[in-house]
């Protein structure tokens, strides 16, 4: 797959947008201040393709971006740090949700987190609902950059014995957004996932 032909294709604020359940969706989610948008300007070798804001949590849509007639990455709201009002983040809250429950061609969920704060009580959220749907996940412990090699190992290890309860199939990488660190076994994954 070439991620760097990923396109801006529109951003939903209810299911209803979504473009036809058809072809095969990945999708990336993360708490506020994991990274999520460097992750992607990562992936697509595109600095502008996600807004990267130094206030957490600028998401607050659905936002698709097509890789090919048939594929798609879809970048899910923020969760769990932004500065808005309880209503709005219940509303995001929802629509992640229902999106997730209801869409058809969604293959897998990548799911971002800082590798100081791995597994916050969102991220085992999101575990718990991909462990009710059969979901496959990939974890990113991004900004591992922050870290020396073994620390950035001991929380891997760490992060392997905390996903033991979960029966869908989770996998677990070492990343850095701005070292481009991991980036060619999180591209194998996400090609796995696009070659179903």
């Not at 950059?145 to 990488?173: F, I, M, W």
Request: hydrophobic share 35%; glycine share 6%; charged share 25%.
């Amino acid at each position: 797959m070439n991620y760097q032909k990923a396109l801006f294709l529109l951003s939903v604020a209810n299911l209803s947008q979504l473009p036809p359940d058809e072809g095969i969706e990945v999708a990336i989610v993360g708490r506020s201040n994991a990274g999520k948008s460097s992750v992607l300007n990562q992936l697509t070798q595109n600095k502008k393709l996600a807004r990267v804001s130094k206030t957490p949590g600028r998401t607050q849509l659905i936002n698709l971006f097509k890789l090919d007639e048939h594929c798609r990455l879809a970048d899910l709201p923020g969760y769990g740090y932004a500065k808005v009002p309880p209503s709005v983040k219940q509303k995001w809250q929802a629509l992640l949700d229902s999106y997730l429950r209801s869409r058809e061609c969604l293959r897998g969920l990548i799911l971002v987190m800082d590798i100081r704060h791995p597994l916050k009580e969102f991220d085992h959220l999101m575990l718990d609902w991909t462990s009710q749907c059969d979901l496959p996940v990939h974890i990113l412990l991004n900004k591992s950059d922050k870290l020396t090699q073994s620390a950035a190992s001991k929380t891997l290890r760490e992060v392997k014995e905390g996903l033991k309860p979960y029966e869908n199939e989770v996998t677990v990488q070492i990343f850095s957004a701005t070292k481009g660190k991991g980036i060619k076994e999180f591209r194998e994954k996400m090609d796995g996932w696009f070659d179903q």
